[in-house]
């Protein structure tokens, strides 16, 4: 590829600080572990696999041709979250039920599990759930 052509999740090595690109590396395959969990498990797996892959290129140039396949499936997986009405009232109501139920799990500390530390992580998941829902609606459907 020319200089012209790379993708910005490419970088130079010499432009990377070495501190930097261990951070970027430690970061990126922590991402893509959580990402590969989270294909088995109900989750943005692909997004978070690719932030991963993006991250590990930035730390090792080698790593960037994997990128590409990737961000195809990504992207294909984001087109089809938001691909009808039905998907989309699915996911807003799933990810508003996460935030609910971590309310309740806060404020009752008398459920198995509960606590403020259950509640927090149900309601940041789905805080996440509808911003990546929001995200994927605007990126597919374009700003209105």
């Given amino acids: 590829m020319s200089e012209q052509q790379r993708p910005g999740f490419e970088a130079d090595p010499t432009e990377v600080h070495p501190v930097a690109r261990i951070a970027f590396g430690v970061a990126g395959t922590a991402l893509i572990v959580v ?22 290129a930035r730390a090792v140039p080698a790593f960037a041709r994997f990128v590409e396949p990737v961000r195809a499936k990504a992207m294909q997986g984001v087109e089809a979250s938001v691909a009808s009405g039905w998907r989309i009232a699915g996911s ?53």
């Fill in 92 to 144: 807003v109501l799933a990810g508003l039920g996460l935030i609910a139920a971590g309310v309740v799990a806060t404020v009752v500390p008398s459920l198995p599990f509960a606590g403020w530390a259950t509640g927090t992580s149900l309601i940041l998941s789905g805080l996440i759930l509808l911003g990546l829902l929001a995200w994927s609606h605007r990126r597919v459907h374009g700003q209105r």
């Fill in 35 to 56: 990402g590969v969990v989270l294909l088995i498990l109900p989750g943005p797996g692909m997004l978070l696999l690719l932030a991963g892959m993006v991250l590990v």
